[in-house]
């Protein structure tokens, strides 16, 4: 650990070349080819055109509602259930808990394409026979999911789907690793399991659960796999999330400047949502964490994710 | 094996000092004292509840098991959750040779990609997590603040800059085009900043310091088999991120014989969608497809669920 | 290039060497040239050229192709057909690396990949067989005065029906749309779980082709860069408004088509019409019917004015030669010779679902043969009374089509869900298409 030591160095090395060619470059690059145009074969500089004309392009505000809509549903149902799976299962209550924490953290392993081919047959009333059977509650008519203007609630349930059990095992982690000392003081109040979990567990993940909230909310601004795949079994708008609507911009059209554009108020709207996001909900968690420590005399505070960035594509 | 490598983990938490008893998991003994109230009716009641889930979260791979096992008219003929006329080697049979025969390639390509990245990245996500945890030099705070900062930062911004570049550098439609981009993960470098930095005593790389050992030596010998369980953690975690992967292949090939399973049988969904020179919709290729390309994840996954969750488990503690 | 050479030699020789490569090349391509019946001669050396295409006899032509020119060999790639190909093809020329050698493209695409520079001028290979061809389809390869594609085919709109359907309620086959609505009205009335059509919001292509047919001229090239865009035309409002009317009434039901449910209503007979194209019975239709159910037949479109009849196309078919090709005479040779080969046409013709653009051979025997799906109906002998009409369009394609299709389909799917109206729909597509055209530097009169 000498002070000329060149290994340091050498051991960030590879790591930094290509992080700075791969996230540093391209998020540089994104902003200068949102500076131009191609005008007449050629890129020219055309400042802010770009943004004045994504600004004032309904598609892309429309794609921005959608992901917005599909952030708070999803996130609020897989956070949920996720919290709620974990709390049972750390309740004791639950019997062959091992068993559940197995098949309910599966689809995890499942990708995100195959989740959404399954779930897209599931959701045609030809393959699911729950759907035969709803017929005659839609006055005799098939029940077809898909032809509906329900997309937002389709998409969330796969990925809620995929992911819930995901948030379980990182709850169940979280809670697993906290100090005994904390339950024993609540049961010493009388707390029974249900009491227990919402005065004592619930606010001990609070830390967590806003972290995850915080990367559910960035996961869904970037929707795009499941979209893009199930255009092929319903009416998917190819301006349907700000994403898709890049990647159609680039690649169907050929606008590859707007396409950087569109992709460049994607990343700041998202960072400027997860910024306030954060330090609202951090304000509120140390207040909260400070009266839990008074009133409970918790020794620990909670801990803090670190490994709850969902690592699920690029 | 894995049992062990918990373990292990756990005793590399407890050697770097982190506080708290970890509770057993595993083992639910249900003690009477906290159940005072119908502790039966509530147990039933909660069980019932994670079956109900449980259902919901196995079913669609039932569902999936099944198609795999059907002709495409019971595909849609028979009830989804029954048995009809079984022909799944028949299916695999025909997906072998279906579209080119390009099925098992992919099959290939998948397991390379996932793989090379796996592999790489944790390689360079280690070194640098145990070089920010474990030394003090220049730009570490600038290195270490990019990687937290980066992890808010959606990845979609970089598509079409990212493809350029590729493109500029002629990797674009190549197996290397894929694999490098997903090497330097910032999750993976922060998730092992934050393991080494527990879970590695200073003691140690004092010790092998006093007898003589280089900082490449003390790494490999020394840190590496401590810090292994998080390592592996991370290493399973990338393989299965990037099987599961598909914007950036999507992006970067063009050429189906490179392609990976996710952008194969995105391929084929298509077909069912799009006029087709292959005659009927490729519904029976899809499934079968499908299930092939999960089956070595769901046969997996039981073995190392335990290495995730505790990896999330230790990863989670600051 | 020679042996024993000093070391000055080899410097200078190298410089030949790749002259001598140029010069080569530009014999083989010359050779290529002068000779269609065989520019890939003995002597030549192998040429491999890679080919991306959706037609159902790809394959087969590759093997003919190999056969008759046994120097070239031919890597077929399998391709799903429409937009998916098109952002496929546009994410691969863009690349500038990853694209096959020759693209089948359609008519309407052609002005887009042209005017980014990523297909190449087929003009010298392509104009010595226009003579063989109605002037209309050289204007369908042709953006500002250079042929882009090799053309093959006209792909008439077609309206394919169920007799049988139609019979059980007394409903002749509609010849105007007036007479569709009408037809709609009394089989839904008479059997509520039937409907005349259906109306797929997410198909731009289908509308387009209904446009044009009821007279929209969406796009006209001024030239200097100058383009008339109209989509709020009297004629268009009119189509726009007809389907608006008849979703309202209830009597066409919307479905978003090419997706298992859709096909699943096809094969059950859910719909009594399908207002398609010349392929729509092996592309379209036939995929999802059993042999069985092969119950459909077809007639031509229905007409607005009947006095005034109009007809319009979905598709068309061309092959193309992308800027990455290492050998285009030789890829060019192909493309020209999927259209106008004896060999390629028979194939083209028994695999159906075409009407063969060169004149030779459009009433050869394989093209005017029944076709098993419409129970042995020559459907090419029905477009052959089209196509005089079809000849006389005006209508031109432009380098939005793509952008145009995305944008129909956005807003007839706000319309359909009573977001906003039929007219508001043509309106704001119009203004998008506009704002794209300006974006990319074109003058918008």
Redo the contacts between chains.
């Keep these: 650990m000498g002070p000329r030591s060149k290994a340091p160095y050498l051991m960030v090395a590879p790591f930094v070349l290509l992080f700075v060619a791969f996230f540093v470059y391209p998020l540089v690059n994104a902003f200068v080819l949102s500076l131009q ?5 050629q890129d020219q500089f055309v400042g802010l ?2 943004y004045v ?1 994504a600004l004032g392009d ?2 892309f505000w429309g794609s921005l509602g959608t992901v917005f809509a599909f952030a708070i549903v999803q996130a609020v149902t897989a956070l949920l259930l996720g919290l709620v799976m974990a709390l049972l299962l750390d309740s004791s209550l639950v019997r062959g808990s091992a068993f559940f924490r197995l098949t309910n953290f599966m689809p995890f392993a499942v990708p995100g394409v195959i989740a959404t081919i399954m779930w897209g ?1 599931l959701y ?4 699911n026979p729950l759907l035969q059977v709803l017929a005659p509650l839609n006055g005799g008519k098939q029940v ?1 999911l ?2 509906g ?1 329900n997309l937002v609630l389709l998409i969330a349930n796969i990925v809620t789907w995929s992911a819930a059990g995901y948030f379980m095992t990182l709850y169940f982690s979280a809670l697993t690793a906290l100090p005994r000392e904390m339950y024993e003081a609540a049961k010493l109040d009388g707390c029974n399991e249900f009491q227990l979990a919402i005065r004592v567990k619930v606010p001990a993940l609070r830390p967590m659960i806003l972290f995850t909230a915080i990367l559910s909310v960035i996961g869904a601004m970037q929707l795009f796999n499941e979209p893009f795949l199930l255009h ?8 349907y999330t700000p994403n898709l609507y890049a990647y ?1 911009q ?7 400047n ?1 396409a950087a554009t569109l992709s460049f108020i994607l990343a700041l709207v998202t960072l400027v949502v997860s910024v306030v996001f954060f330090f609202v909900t951090s304000g509120e968690s140390r207040r909260e964490r400070r009266e839990l420590r008074a009133s409970r005399r918790a020794s620990r505070p909670a801990p803090t994710p670190a490994a709850s960035v969902a690592p699920r594509g690029v | 094996m894995t049992t062990t490598e918990g373990a292990s983990l756990a005793d590399g938490k407890a050697a770097a000092g982190i506080p708290g008893a970890r509770r057993q998991g595993d083992a639910v003994a249900v003690s009477p004292a906290r159940g005072r109230r119908r502790p039966r009716i509530a147990s039933v009641v909660a069980t019932l509840i994670m079956a109900i889930l449980a259902a919901y979260f196995l079913l669609p791979l039932v569902w999936l098991l099944l198609a795999a096992t059907k002709s495409t008219s019971d595909l ?1 003929g028979s009830g989804a959750f029954t048995l009809a006329h079984f022909q799944l080697f028949q299916n695999i049979a025909e997906l072998s040779t279906y ?2 025969g390009y099925f098992w390639s992919w099959y290939g390509n998948s397991v390379i990609y996932s793989g090379a990245t796996a592999l790489g990245s944790t390689l360079i996500c280690a070194l640098a997590g145990y070089a920010l945890a474990k030394y003090r030099f220049r730009g570490q705070r600038i290195i270490s603040t990019s990687i937290i900062c980066s992890l808010v930062v959606p990845a979609a911004a970089l598509a079409v800059p990212t ?1 350029l570049l ?2 500029k550098v ?1 990797l ?2 190549s197996y290397v085009g894929v694999i490098l981009p997903g090497l330097p993960n910032a999750f993976g470098a922060y998730f092992l900043y934050t393991y080494i930095r527990e879970a590695m005593p200073e003691e140690l790389i004092d010790a092998g310091r006093v007898d003589g050992a280089g900082d490449w030596r003390i790494f490999f010998r020394i840190a590496l088999p401590i810090i292994q369980p998080g390592v592996v953690t991370y290493l399973l975690i990338s393989f299965i991120a990037s099987w599961n992967n598909f914007f950036l292949p999507l ?1 970067v ?4 014989s490179k392609f990976p399973l996710t952008l194969g049988l995105n ?1 084929w969904l ?12 490729p ?1 029976s290729q899809l499934v079968t497809g499908s299930l092939l390309s999960v089956l070595p994840m769901l046969v997996l996954f039981p073995l190392f669920r335990k290495q995730i969750a505790a990896g999330m488990a230790t990863g989670s503690v600051k | 290039m020679t042996n024993g050479s000093g070391f000055r030699h080899r410097a200078i020789g190298r410089r030949q060497f790749l002259g001598g490569v140029g010069a080569l090349g530009l014999t083989a391509a010359l050779a290529a040239c002068s000779s269609p019946a065989g520019g890939a001669k003995a002597g030549d050396g192998p040429v491999t050229l890679t080919w991306w ?6 394959p087969a032509l590759a093997k003919a192709y190999e056969k008759q020119y046994p120097n070239v060999k031919i890597q077929f ?2 391709v ?9 093809y ?3 020329l ?6 096959a050698d020759v693209l089948q493209i359609e008519y309407q695409e052609l002005p ?1 990949f042209a ?3 990523h297909i190449v001028d087929m003009t010298s290979y392509v104009k010595k067989y226009m003579a063989g061809f109605p002037d209309f389809t050289k204007r369908m390869v042709t953006y500002q005065g250079k042929i882009w594609g090799a053309p093959i085919d006209l792909d008439p709109m077609m309206l394919l029906y169920r007799p049988d359907t139609l019979q059980k309620h007394s409903i002749p086959v509609p010849t105007t749309w007036t007479d569709f609505a009408s037809a709609a009205k009394t089989l839904h009335e008479a059997d509520p779980s039937k409907y005349m059509t259906f109306f ?3 198909n731009g292509g289908r509308m387009m082709g209904m446009l044009w047919q009821g007279g929209a001229t969406p796009f006209e090239d001024q030239g200097n ?1 100058t383009w008339k865009i109209d989509f709020t035309s009297t004629a268009a409002k009119q189509v726009m408004n007809f389907w608006g009317d008849l979703i309202k009434a209830g009597y066409v039901k ?3 088509d ?4 859709w ?2 209503s096809i094969a059950n007979g859910v719909y009594a019409t399908d207002v398609g194209a010349i ?1 729509s019975p092996t ?2 239709i036939g ?2 019917l059993k042999k069985a159910g092969y119950k459909w037949k077809a007639a031509v479109m229905p007409q607005w004015d009947a006095s005034n009849p109009l007809q319009s196309m979905w598709g068309g078919l061309s092959f193309a030669v992308t800027d990455q090709c290492k050998n285009p005479a030789a890829a060019a040779q192909f493309a020209t010779w999927l259209g106008t080969n004896k060999t390629a046409l028979e194939s083209h013709g028994t695999a159906g679902g075409l009407y063969c653009a060169s004149k030779d051979f459009a009433n050869t025997a394989a093209f005017t043969s029944g076709m098993p799906v419409l129970g042995g109906q020559k459907e090419n002998q029905l477009v052959s009374t089209i196509i005089p009409t079809l000849e006389k369009s005006m209508f031109q394609w432009s380098p ?1 089509t ?2 145009a299709y ?2 129909l ?2 807003q007839m ?1 706000d319309a359909v ?1 009573g977001k906003i109206t039929y007219n508001q729909a043509l309106a ?1 597509v119009q203004a ?1 298409v506009v ?2 055209a300006k ?3 074109y003058k918008v009169a």
């Design positions: 145009g191609r005008l007449a074969g055109n770009n004309t309904q598609a047959f045609s009333p030809q393959l077809n898909l032809a203007g092929n079994l319903a009416n998917v708008s190819a301006s159609n680039a690649f169907t059209y050929g606008n590859l707007y | 849609f579209n080119s493809f590729l493109t002629g674009v439609n992006l090939l063009n050429d189906p391929n298509s077909l069912t969608s799009a006029a087709s020179a292959l005659g009927q919709p519904y | 295409s959706w037609l159902s006899n790809a790639t399998q799903p057909g429409g937009t998916p190909a098109y952002t496929k546009g994410a691969a863009r690349a500038g690396s990853g694209a887009q005017s980014e520079g797929a919001p997410n860069g919307v479905d978003t090419f997706t298992p449910a096909g699943n392929w592309y379209e995929p999802y939005w793509q952008y995305g944008q389909q956005a799917q869900t704001n998008s704002q794209t974006q990319q530097g």
